[in-house]
Every structure is written in structure tokens, then in C-alpha cells.
Nanobody
């Protein structure tokens, strides 16, 4: 069974940066897209960014220009580089791998806390 593990979260001051990672425990074949989400307790989950099999990327307006999604296929890992962090970026960040036949793999998340 494949597991996704996010890491790289932590406490950072406003304006700081973090590099989040989402690593699959083994190769997932036929990946269609990988998404990053974030959620604050008591609030709805928010989509943050995605990267497709073809390398196309897209971002939520709230993070566009500050966050960058990328991947390393050899390491079965997708990254989310988060720069110019704001207190409103505080959340649990987690990833989802979706295969071309529609199967989803989810991670449990990594906490990002941005202090003002």
C-alpha cells in the first residue's frame, strides 16, 4: 500500500519561507495530477496548487506569485515552495495524488504556522 508523507512545515515569521514536501512511499504509476490543499480547523479545505502529469501548474489566487509547486519523479516527491508567508497562510497543508483512473492517495499533512 502506498502512503503519502508530508514534511517541511513549522513555525516561521511573516515574510519567511518554507519548503514543503510530499513523498510517496513507493512509485505511483499513471499519476494524472498532484494537488496541495490547506485547512484551518473549523474552516473549509482550500485548494492551493496543482501540477499535472505534463508539468502544467496552477495556483490559488491567494498564493499566486508566492508559492511554487514542483516535482521530482525519481524521488516520488512533490514540493511546495512557500515564500513571503503571511499569518493567513497558517494551516495544515496536505497533498493528494490522483491517478489517471481516478484513484486518490492522501497524506495527513504538515502544519505551517506563520507568526505576525
Amino acid at each position: 500500500q502506498v502512503h503519502l508523507v508530508e514534511s517541511g512545515g513549522g513555525l516561521v515569521q511573516t515574510g519567511g519561507s518554507l519548503r514543503l514536501s510530499c513523498a510517496a512511499s513507493k512509485t505511483i504509476f499513471n499519476i494524472n495530477v498532484v494537488n496541495w490543499y490547506r485547512q484551518v480547523p473549523g474552516k473549509q479545505r482550500e485548494w492551493v496548487a496543482h501540477i499535472t502529469d505534463g508539468g502544467d501548474t496552477n495556483y490559488a489566487d491567494s498564493v499566486k506569485g508566492r508559492f511554487t509547486i514542483s516535482r521530482d519523479n525519481a524521488k516520488n516527491t512533490v514540493y511546495l515552495e512557500a515564500n513571503s508567508l503571511k499569518p493567513e497562510d497558517t494551516a495544515n497543508y496536505y497533498c493528494r495524488f490522483t491517478t489517471k483512473n481516478g484513484y486518490d492517495y492522501w497524506g495527513l499533512g504538515t502544519q505551517v504556522t506563520v507568526s505576525s
